[in-house]
C-alpha cells in the first residue's frame, strides 16, 4: 500500500526527549517534512540538516505529488548505523545516542584507526544552530557568553570568538566520526564528572570568579567502552580594562583620551579577558579517575592542524585507560595523571 501524506505519525517518542532515526525514517516517508517540523517545534530545512547528520533517507522533491497521482517511488532501505554513528536526534537537550561496540578481550587494547568511506556531514549534530543561539545570550562583565540552555556542546567563548570556535570544534568532532567515534553528551544515568576550567594564559593563585557558563552534562567521545571528555575555552589574558556601562574594556581598544575617566562610575583595573585564542581540553570524566590533557593555540587558528594528532593520541591512550581501568557502573577508576598543554 502507497504511503499517503497526513499519515498518523507513530506514537513511539511522543514522550520521550530522544527521537530515533528509525522514528524519524519512518515519519519521513509517511508525512511531509513541513508537518514533522511543526511537530517538533523545527524548520524543515532544519529537519533536513538533521536527517542529513544521521543518514536517513528522505523524499524526493515532488515525491507527495506523485504519491497523490498514484505513482510514489518505493522507499529506499534505512541504512545500518556504523560504530560512531549518532542514532537519535535530540529535540531538548538530551543525550545523544550513538551506536559502538564494546572492546572484548584484547582488543580492547589493540584498536586500530578505520576510515570511512561514507559522506560526513557539513556540520555535527551537537552543533546545529548553536551559534544563533550564542548571539542571542548575555555575556558576563568580562565577555564570556552565558547561554541560557545548559545542555548543549560544551564550549566557553565570547562574542567574537563564537565563529572560531564553532568551527575548530565542527572540525574536530567530525574528524572523530570519520575515525567511527561518536561525539554526544553523555548519558545522564553513568554519572560523569566535568573537568572545571580555568581560562587564564598563565597559572595563578590570583581568585577568579566562578562566573563561566556550564553544561548540565558533559560532552563526550567514545572510544570503545572508554569515553573522553571534551571542553573547548578561549583563553584569557590579564590586562588592564576599564569598566564602562557594566563591562570590562580593554584600555588598548580605547582611545588614549578615554583610558582616564573623570567620572566616579569609570575606573581602571586589570582582569582576565578573552584572546580569541582556544584550547581543547580532554580529560576523564569519570570520579576517581585523574587524567587530563590540553592542546591550545599559539594563535587563533593553528589549533585545527592539531586535529589529526589529537585524535590519534586519543586513540592510543585509550587502550592504556582501559587495561588498567576497572570497567563497572560508575566507570573506571584510573591510577596516575597526565597533564599536559601542547
Known amino acids: 500500500m502507497e504511503d499517503t501524506p497526513g499519515a498518523p505519525i ?34 524543515s530545512s532544519y529537519l533536513a540538516r538533521v536527517f542529513t547528520s544521521l543518514s536517513i533517507p528522505r523524499p524526493p522533491v515532488g515525491y507527495w505529488a506523485q504519491v497523490a497521482a498514484g505513482k510514489g517511488q518505493a522507499r529506499p532501505a534505512l541504512p545500518e548505523s556504523r560504530p560512531g554513528d549518532l542514532t537519535a536526534w535530540s529535540r531538548n537537550g538530551a543525550p545523544l545516542r550513538v551506536s559502538r ?31 544563533e543561539h550564542f548571539k542571542k545570550v548575555r555575556e558576563s562583565e568580562n565577555g564570556y557568553l552565558r547561554p541560557t540552555k545548559r545542555s548543549m556542546a560544551d564550549l566557553i567563548v565570547s562574542r567574537t570568538g563564537i565563529a572560531h ?31 572545571s576550567v580555568d581560562h587564564r594564559e598563565k597559572a595563578s593563585t590570583r581568585y577568579i570568579h566562578p562566573s563561566l557558563w556550564q553544561p548540565q552534562r558533559p560532552t563526550v567521545v567514545y572510544i570503545g567502552a572508554i569515553a573522553f571528555g571534551l571542553t573547548i575555552y578561549e583563553i584569557s589574558e590579564y590586562v588592564e580594562v576599564k569598566h564602562v556601562d557594566k563591562e570590562y574594556v580593554r584600555l588598548s581598544s580605547l582611545p588614549a583620551n578615554q583610558r582616564r575617566s573623570p567620572y566616579r562610575d569609570g575606573w581602571v583595573m586589570s582582569t582576565d579577558m578573552p584572546t580569541g585564542r582556544l584550547c581543547l581540553q580532554v580529560y576523564s570524566p569519570y ?3 585523574d587524567w587530563i590533557h590540553r592542546w591550545s593555540e599559539d594563535k587563533p587558528g593553528d589549533l585545527i592542524s592539531k586535529i589529526p594528532s589529537i585524535v590519534k593520541h586519543l586513540i592510543a591512550e585509550a587502550p592504556g585507560l582501559a587495561k588498567k581501568s576497572k570497567l563497572s557502573g560508575k566507570g573506571p577508576t584510573l591510577n596516575g595523571r597526565s597533564s599536559n598543554c601542547r
Request: proline share 6%.
Open 165 to 195: 570556535a564553532v568551527g575548530f570544534a565542527n572540525h574536530l568532532y567530525l574528524a572523530l566520526m570519520k575515525e567511527g567515534l561518536a561525539v554526544a553528551l553523555s548519558d545522564p544515568a553513568t554519572h560523569m564528572n566535568r573537568e
Open 287 to 289: 570520579y576517581r579517575a
Open 10 to 43: 507513530p506514537a513511539d517518542d511522543l514522550s520521550d526527549d530522544v527521537v530515533t532515526r528509525e522514528s524519524l525514517y519512518e515519519q519521513a516517508w509517511s508525512t511531509p517534512m513541513t508537518k514533522i517540523g511543526e511537530r517538533y517545534g523545527v524548520s
Open 101 to 131: 561496540s564494546l572492546p572484548k578481550g584484547r582488543q580492547q587494547t589493540s584498536r586500530k584507526t578505520t576510515t570511512t568511506s561514507a559522506a560526513l556531514p557539513r556540520r555535527h549534530p551537537l552543533l546545529l544552530d548553536i551559534e
